[in-house]
Structures are given as structure tokens and as C-alpha cells.
């Protein structure tokens, strides 16, 4: 049985929703950053066989989830604790014409049944998880044997010349380059290093994880083994 896992802290800053998730939806929706989010999707599902489960926890605005959802051939669900998220990824989703289940839920206490994923994929927002070793737990849980789930994010290591290359990437304005580049200064404070994560995951019944780093960003790879008798 799990031990109980105490809050992780974080600086009580504004939450995302209302015109902050509105704003955030606007500077994350560039055409550079459509283009970067279809990529992705392409890159994440090509391996998978047609009407696989794919879950995206913390979604945001939904480009991700909408550019896996495109080519129609897979089943993707959508979970995001902020109800202005929820709303805004389900108008993306029917305005881009594609099947997306967006619900709104805690990732650390999904509303899905075990074994229920084929991919879980969950995008810059691990580092603000207040329970990050109950989701792991929930992750593993819903993620069906054999599957993987992959978390993309920033990393603690980041430089200061990591984040202006990337901010420098997204084609923004003035202003919204200036927010955004604090603000990726202010979350690196909250971004786990590879070893952090090495060790969270070493807790989690995942246990053993392959982690990437590129530019501002890791990737976490975890794979669901099967049972040993």
C-alpha cells in the first residue's frame, strides 16, 4: 500500500484559469508552435497500431492532443485540473473538426479505470504537480501493460542562454517574449534535474526510466512491465 505523500510546495502565483489560461492559450497557439505541436503528435503516436489509447494529462489549450487526434485513426482523451482549459481544448477541438475527450480531473487522482492507455502523454506540466509521486502512481495505473507514458519538460539544468534561444523560437512580440521569458526563469525554479526525476521514478511502481535532455526540456520514457509471478 502507498504511504501517503506529503504536498509538494509551490509559490501560490495565479492559477490558470480565466483570462490567465485564456492569455496562455494565445501566446502558446503561434503558427510556429502549431507547427512544432503537429511534429510532435506525428513523433509520439507514429508506432502506435490504429484505435490505440492515448491520454494526455494536463492538456492546456489542447494542441497537442488535437494534432494526435488529426489523422483519426487513434482514441485520445484529455485531462486537465483547470475548468477554463477544459472549455477552451473542447472549442480547439471542434473547431479543428477532431474527436478529443477532454475531461476535467486531477492528475493525481484520475477518473479512468486501470489499464486504459496505450500512451500517456503529459507536456510541460509535471514540475507544477503538488503530488508528483501519486501521479507517477496513476499514470502506471491507467497505462495498460506494455505501454509507455512520456513526460516532456523543462529541466532544472537549464541556462539562461536555453531560454532565450527557446522564447526566440516561438516568433512572439516584445511583450509577450519579455513574459514569457520570465516566466520560464521563475518555473525552472519548480523543473526537476534528471537525477531528481531518476530518483522520483525510482519510488514509483515504475521504478527505471530513460530520460533525454535537449536545449531547455527532458523527456522522461516509462515503460508498464508485466507483473513478475
Known amino acids: 500500500m502507498q504511504a501517503m505523500e506529503t504536498r509538494r510546495w509551490r509559490f501560490k502565483g495565479p492559477e490558470m484559469e480565466g483570462p ?42 489542447g494542441y497537442l492532443a488535437i494534432e494526435m487526434a488529426r489523422p483519426g485513426r487513434l482514441q485520445i482523451t484529455a485531462l486537465d485540473i483547470s475548468r477554463t482549459f477544459v472549455q477552451i481544448a473542447r472549442e480547439n477541438a471542434r473547431h479543428a473538426g477532431v474527436n478529443v475527450d477532454v475531461r476535467q480531473g486531477d492528475a493525481a487522482g484520475m477518473p479512468f479505470a486501470a489499464e486504459s492507455f496505450d500512451l500517456i502523454v503529459c507536456q510541460a506540466a509535471f514540475k507544477n504537480f503538488t503530488l508528483p509521486r501519486t501521479a507517477l502512481a496513476e499514470m502506471h495505473r491507467v497505462l495498460r501493460t506494455g505501454g509507455t507514458a512520456i513526460v516532456q ?65 527532458l523527456e522522461v520514457r516509462l515503460k508498464k512491465s508485466a507483473i513478475p509471478n
Open 153 to 217: 519538460d523543462m529541466s532544472r539544468d537549464a541556462t539562461h542562454a536555453d531560454i532565450e534561444a527557446e522564447v526566440a523560437a516561438m516568433n512572439l512580440g516584445w511583450l509577450s517574449s519579455f513574459t514569457t521569458r520570465a516566466t520560464l526563469e521563475r518555473l525552472r525554479n519548480r523543473a526537476y534535474s534528471p537525477l531528481q526525476l531518476e530518483l522520483l521514478v525510482a519510488e514509483s511502481p515504475f521504478q527505471t526510466c530513460e530520460i533525454t535532455t535537449s536545449g531547455i526540456g
Open 20 to 61: 490567465i489560461a485564456r492569455w496562455y492559450a494565445r501566446v502558446r497557439g503561434s503558427q510556429s508552435q502549431l507547427e512544432a505541436y503537429r511534429k510532435q503528435g506525428s513523433q509520439l503516436t507514429s508506432s502506435l497500431p490504429d484505435g490505440a489509447a492515448v491520454l494526455e494529462v494536463a492538456p492546456g489549450p
